[in-house]
Antibody
Framework: EMQLVESGGGLVQPGGSLRLSCAASGFIFSNYYMGWVRQAPGKGLEWLTNINKDGSGKSCVDSVKGRFTISRDNTKNSLYLQMNSLRAEDTAVYYC??????????????WGQGTLVTVSS | DIVMTQSTLSLPVTPGEPASISCRSSQSLLHSSGYNHLDWYLQKPGQSPQLLIYLGSYRASGVPDRFSGSGSGTDFTLKISRVEADDVGVYYCMQALQTPTFGQGTRLEIK
């Protein structure tokens, strides 16, 4: 059974850092692009960043550029999100999601259950 | 950025009745391949989002055929032929033609 399990969320002070992990199982992780999406409390969904199969290509939304970095370790079937210089507005549930990609078209076909990040003093 | 607009934020529906959710984009989502880069996701209460429809009109694996997606260019519709209690939640459209953006979401509730 396919699973994506996020971890690493918690309470962090403004200006602090946090590293989220997403453990993948049930599929060949290295065959897929992956991404992160977040959802602030009571709000909608916001795409953050994607990474290609071998980690050599990344893209991210302007609001987190320079602060958040996506990475992956295909030997560990794991996806990561390094978050630095955290702000109160980064408080959200963070989802990792698998990407189905073909013909330059893509979508998120499976999502993890999410991990909550709270930025507060 | 492409702005996605779901004009209906709340949609009460009687079980067994049809439902229609609209999504409009500020730019055409028609890709050079001929596919529309528009997807629909459902977030049930307390759960993570799940893919319903991809590339405008293709049902994801395991999605009942009560769900259908249509539209092209800038106007898209998700239709549920007969609403069931399990369909409650927030429906989001998302474009990935450019920097991905989601609509605000439409909350479907049972009357």
């Amino acid at each position: 059974e396919m699973q994506l399990v996020e971890s690493g969320g918690g309470l962090v002070q403004p200006g602090g850092s946090l590293r989220l992990s997403c453990a993948a199982s049930g599929f060949i992780f290295s065959n897929y692009y992956m991404g992160w999406v977040r959802q602030a409390p009571g709000k909608g969904l916001e795409w953050l960043t994607n990474i290609n199969k071998d980690g050599s290509g990344k893209s991210c939304v302007d609001s987190v550029k320079g602060r958040f970095t996506i990475s992956r370790d295909n030997t560990k079937n794991s996806l990561y999100l390094q978050m630095n210089s955290l702000r109160a507005e980064d408080t959200a549930v963070y989802y990792c999601a698998r990407i189905d990609w073909s013909l330059d078209l893509w979508y998120f076909d499976y999502w993890g259950q999410g991990t909550l990040v709270t930025v507060s003093s | 950025d492409i702005v996605m607009t779901q004009s209906t934020l709340s949609l009460p529906v009687t079980p067994g009745e049809p439902a229609s959710i609209s999504c409009r984009s500020s730019q055409s989502l028609l890709h050079s391949s001929g596919y529309n880069h528009l997807d629909w996701y459902l977030q049930k209460p307390g759960q993570s989002p799940q893919l319903l429809i991809y590339l405008g009109s293709y049902r994801a694996s395991g999605v009942p055929d009560r769900f259908s997606g249509s539209g092209s260019g800038t106007d898209f519709t998700l239709k549920i032929s007969r609403v069931e209690a399990d369909d409650v939640g927030v429906y989001y459209c998302m474009q990935a033609l450019q920097t991905p953006t989601f609509g605000q979401g439409t909350r479907l509730e049972i009357k």
